[in-house]
């Protein structure tokens, strides 16, 4: 866990698999002097170590509270790509009481279906059985794409340091994960949702049907917006990082603005 410390209210930022809190150093070096900066290493991945590396997304979920209850946060604003939207997702879901805001990127609210879920399990023998350099070679190109050479090169560098098990436990996970959809019109917490139009993952119909639910019967007078960055793909944070912390900035100060 880093805290960066700062005079603002609490920023944490929660980063997608199979990456590391590393993928947000652009915004990490935008806004420590405006909020106060906290990211970190989900169970197994960058610097989190665990003994067992068997995961539910409801343990990543139960981490997140434990990291803002040992900081003594009573209410933070939280930023969550992919994997970590679905943490945030699931965490507003259980205790809206502890958000001021959430985030969300180039992620979505429905679980895996069957197909996913074996190609999930394929995935996972495959690394285990020595595969990890195909399966990577096969990811990566929909992370970033490989003619932006230097936020490639730096993506990989991440993904290495990361173990075996850790993204297999990762992989776990996600296949574990709750359907939300239906639930989230009723998350009283206003809520950004930012989606790159080139994401070859979450693709951006996905983020127009999750805009639509939070809109959904939800309270009218709780802030809630879709933006979309063109030319941007999954990991647009680090792609267009200026154009990512301007529109995450705005949002944030017509947060604090209206609290």
């Known amino acids: ?41 989900t169970r197994g991945l960058g610097k989190s170590s665990s003994n067992d590396n068997v995961f539910s997304m409801e343990k990543l979920v139960n981490d997140f509270f434990h990291i803002i209850n040992r900081l003594k946060l009573s209410k933070v604003n939280a930023v969550g790509l992919s994997m970590g939207g679905y943490t945030l997702l699931r965490a507003v879901l259980k205790d809206a009481d502890r958000f001021h805001s959430i985030t969300l ?3 979505k609210a429905d679980k895996d279906e069957d ?3 074996l190609k999930r399990s394929s995935q996972i023998i495959k690394i285990k059985s020595g595969g990890r350099v195909a399966y990577l070679n096969k990811l990566i190109p929909n992370l970033i794409p490989e003619n932006k050479k230097e936020i490639s090169e730096k993506v990989k560098e991440i993904i290495r340091n990361n173990t075996n098990e850790g993204i297999c436990g990762n992989l776990l996970a996600l296949s574990t994960r709750i359907k939300t959809l239906n639930l989230v019109n009723k998350i009283d917490v206003s809520v950004l949702m930012i989606s790159g139009t080139e994401d070859r993952i979450n693709s951006s119909d996905q983020m127009d049907m999750l805009f639509s639910k939070f809109c959904d019967n939800r309270n009218k007078s709780t802030f809630t917006t879709l933006l979309k960055m063109t030319n941007s793909g999954h990991l647009c944070n680090m792609e267009n990082p200026y154009e990512f912390n301007k529109i995450l900035e705005w949002f944030l100060n017509g947060i604090e603005i209206n609290s």
């Open 115 to 117: 197909e996913e879920i």
């Open 1 to 41: 866990m880093n805290d960066y410390g700062g005079k603002g209210a609490p920023l944490l930022f929660v980063h997608s698999f199979p990456l590391s809190s590393k993928m947000w150093d652009e915004q990490v070096a935008y806004f420590t002097d405006k909020f106060r900066v906290i990211t970190y290493d």
């Open 105 to 107: 990127v180039n992620t």
